[in-house]
């Protein structure tokens, strides 16, 4: 086995490149700038902008992985409305460029992908739901799982692995989440405007690297749903934080999404239904209560 990662730099990223150390797993690690985890060998890593058609190639018939982890994307659903081009360059076009390359060389392709591509009409779903994407991120995600959903070739190694707002800490990391967010601001009493009609199943990273890698070691194929336990609405998940820090009097002042005016619509409830992961990879995530320690304990490790 020999993963090549993508998006090596990101969070996700991060969690399976340290999941291949840990465990021993041959890794090439991949991502647009320059290594920014010091914890990946600089022999394991290798600089590559997706958008460099013939360097993707390259470097696929050079290493010779038999597997493709492909976490790269754009990931910041209000930029890619507004950039819609960008967007589908970089998490469609480039995606099949992999996935060519990946097939070339008879490895198994392994995209992620996101619970934005259900409408949040009918959550928690199941993977054989219809999807019906909200938002240019969302189609864009839709349109390159349909690369291997409807492949004219039918090349049957791939998958997909769909998550949902994914959390923790690494190093340099581009941008925050909800939790890190919540961990800043309710120790300071600061007052948090949260919406109370977005449902989520919030997704530990570790966990979902432990469940990415392993659709790859375990040999499976399809689409997976990897997420954390529980779907509550955004206000409750901070509440959840609030309750791990043993806070009183958590400031938090319930908002609609409509008062957001964010440029991409986002779905109302989404969750996943996690049977399938349960039972073929052991899948098994830990909830709030248990992740926030680790996440504070990652905190003085990786700052
Ligand atoms: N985070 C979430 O809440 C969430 C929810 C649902 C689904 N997902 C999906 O899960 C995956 C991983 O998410 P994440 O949170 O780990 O992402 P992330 O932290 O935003 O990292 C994305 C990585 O993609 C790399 N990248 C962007 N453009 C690239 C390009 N042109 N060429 C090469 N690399 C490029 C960046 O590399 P550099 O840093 O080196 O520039 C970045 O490290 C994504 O596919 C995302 O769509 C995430």
């Not at 890190?180 to 120790?187: G, I, K, N, R, T």
């Amino acid at each position: 086995m020999k993963i090549l990662i993508t998006g090596s730099n990101g969070l996700l990223g991060q969690k399976i490149v340290k999941r291949c150390i840990k465990h021993n797993i041959p890794f090439i690690a991949t991502s647009k700038g320059p290594n920014r985890n010091p914890e990946c060998p600089e022999s394991n890593y290798f600089r590559l902008d997706l958008l460099q058609t013939d360097e993707v190639e390259q470097l696929v018939v050079d290493q010779m992985p038999t597997a493709i982890i492909h976490t790269a994307a754009l990931t910041n659903v209000d930029y890619c409305e507004e950039h819609p081009e960008e967007c589908h360059q970089v998490n469609v076009v480039s995606s099949k460029v992999l996935y060519d390359a990946a097939k070339g060389v008879n490895a198994h392709f392994e995209l992620l992908s996101t619970d934005f591509v259900f409408d949040g009409e009918n959550g928690p779903y199941k993977e054989e739901d219809q999807v019906n994407p909200l938002s240019v991120y969302a189609r864009s995600k839709v349109d390159a799982e349909n690369l291997l959903l409807e492949d004219p070739d039918n090349y049957q190694n791939w998958s997909i692995a769909r998550t949902i707002i994914v959390y923790g800490t690494g190093f340099g990391l581009s941008r925050s989440n909800m939790m890190l967010w919540a961990l800043e601001a309710l120790p300071k009493g600061e007052l948090m405007k949260l919406v109370d009609d977005q449902f989520r199943a919030p997704t530990w990273a570790d966990d979902l690297a432990y469940g990415c890698v392993e659709i790859v070691k375990r040999n499976q194929t399809g689409i997976f749903h990897l997420c954390g336990p529980v779907s509550r609405p955004i206000n409750q998940i901070v509440e959840e934080v609030g309750k791990a820090l043993k806070l009183s009097n958590l400031r938090i002042e319930t908002i609609s999404s409509k008062t957001l005016n964010q440029a991409a619509k986002r779905p109302p409830r989404t969750g996943f239904d996690l049977s399938k992961a349960e039972k073929l990879l052991d899948y098994h995530p830990m909830d709030i209560q248990e992740t926030i320690p680790l996440l504070q304990k990652d905190l003085i490790h990786y700052h």
